[in-house]
Each structure stands twice: as C-alpha cells, then as structure tokens.
C-alpha cells in the first residue's frame, strides 16, 4: 500500500495532513487500546463515487462507542457528512474509509472517564484484502489456535481496537503456517469467524453462517444473507462444528476489506472442488454489480458523493 503523506485526514472537524495527523503518545488508547472503528469502502459507479451502506456503518460506530462509554459529540448525519467531505477533499474514485474513534491525553490509569474522545476519518486506495488471485481462485485458510473470546470478557459486537490484538494473534499463526488467513473458533469450540472477515458454508445448496453469538455483526455478512434471499436460497443461522467446514460443498468469507471471498482449502484439506465454487460465484458477482451500482434492486445502499 503506497501512502500519500499529504492525504487530508478529517480530525474533529479540521483536515489535516497525514504527515501532521498525530496524538499525544500518553492517549488512553495508546495504552488501553481504547478505540472503536468502521471500515467501510467507496467504490467507482456511473455516477461516480458511491460509498456502501454508509448510514450502517456509522450507526455501528455509535453502537460500538455506546459499549464502552465513549459519546461521540456528533450525530450520525454528521458522521456521514464528514466521511463524504473526506473522500471528496482528497478527491478518489474508489477507497477504504477507516472512520476511529478512541480516548486522547487526560489521566493514566484504566479508568477512561478524564480522557477525551476524539474522531478522525482516513481514506486510502485499497485492492482486494486477501488478494486478486484469491479473489477468484479461492484462500487457503487455517483454523487456529486462538479462540474469539467469551461473550463475558470482550464483546465481540464492539468494533473496538482491542478486539483485534486477538484476531493478528490468529493472523500472525496462519502466515507463519502458509495460510492466507485463519478461522477462529468460539470459546465452546465451534466455528467462529475470521480475524477480520464474517464465514458462510453452502451445503446442498443452503447457505449457512454462525449465529451472532461470538461474532461481529457484519454489514457484508447482513448484504449477503439479503442478496442470497433475493436470489431465492435458504439462508440460517447455525451452531457450525469444525468438521463441518471440511464436509462443506463450498466455504467463503464477507467482510468490507474482504467483500466476497471464495475458500478453497481449509487445514489442508479442499473443500468442494478445491476453487470456487458456483453459489460462491453467484452471490460474488450479484455483490459486485450492486456496491458498483449495477443493480436495479440496490437496497438504497448506496450513497452517491
Ligand atoms: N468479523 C471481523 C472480526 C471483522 O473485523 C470484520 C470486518 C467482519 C467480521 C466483517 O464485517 P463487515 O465489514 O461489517 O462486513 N473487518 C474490517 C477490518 C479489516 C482490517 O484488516 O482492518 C473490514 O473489513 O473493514
């Protein structure tokens, strides 16, 4: 990823200069990992620059702050408003808008109350999150050691920083093991998610996907389960055994950054035809042609800039 160092960052209100974006190094979230964030892409339409459920996005950054006591001192709208001025100021056609919101300088100590809360939206052009080759020809996937945790120490329906220091210690396995990405399972064992992305499996032409329990809500995840109805499948929510991702006909994860990408292997073990497969291929396509405002039936998920 090649970053501009004059990229405008939407910091409370002002733009600023990435090379000149900083925060104090005593900040609550530098120490406590206190931040909530969205990740959230623009693609390239006919009419220009759309983002992706916009309003969704934001509304879960509120939902995510709420979780740990942190108002953001602005309204959803204005949220919006300010995602569409940063994407307009530095002027691209199609990015990953990376809105955050954590805890600046006030006391040290867990306690977060004295500490401020700050926001800053960053954009940046970015590919396919796993890779081009994967995106058709399917990952090669790990399930790791690293459990998500119990709904009883981290939520998992907070998008928040520190939530992610359990997913790059999946991330960081799966690498070292010559896998693209890892699966994690939930505290009792069963089939989670990915360290950044939602799963689904298809069997017998059913598609199905954990449950919310120990997973994030994911708006890809909720845009497939739409598109995989529109399109006429059964769609359920399940308790999913490790196995079972072994025996699927075809396995694929959602998420912003990974959008629809196909499995093709999964602890060394192909699954289905080993690439990917046609259902797989289906809801890929019917994805694409909606975030690129191709469809007719576009849910009003899109926001033209
Ligand atoms: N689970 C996790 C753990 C997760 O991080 C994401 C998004 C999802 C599911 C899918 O959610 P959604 O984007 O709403 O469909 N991960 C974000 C961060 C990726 C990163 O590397 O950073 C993303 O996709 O933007």
Redesign the pocket.
Known sequence: MAWDENSKIWMDGEFVALKDAKINILSHVVHYGTSVFE?IRCYETEKGPAVFRLEEHMQRLIDSAKIYKMEIPYTKEELMDAVIETIKVNNLKSCYIRPITYRGFGELGVNPLSCPIETTIAVWEWGS?IGEEEMENGANIGVSTWRKPAPDTLPVMA?AGA?YMN?QLANLEAGEHGYDEAILLDYQGYVA??????IFIVENGKIITPNLAS??R????DTVITLAKDLGYEVTEEIISRERLYLADEVFF?????EVTPIRAIDNREIGIGKRGPITKELQDAFFELVEGKSENDHGWLTYI
Do not use: D, F
């Open positions: 990740g999150y998008k939530n997913s998610e990915g360290s950044g992305e939602n997973v994030l994911g708006i890809t995840r959602t998420g912003s950054a990974a």
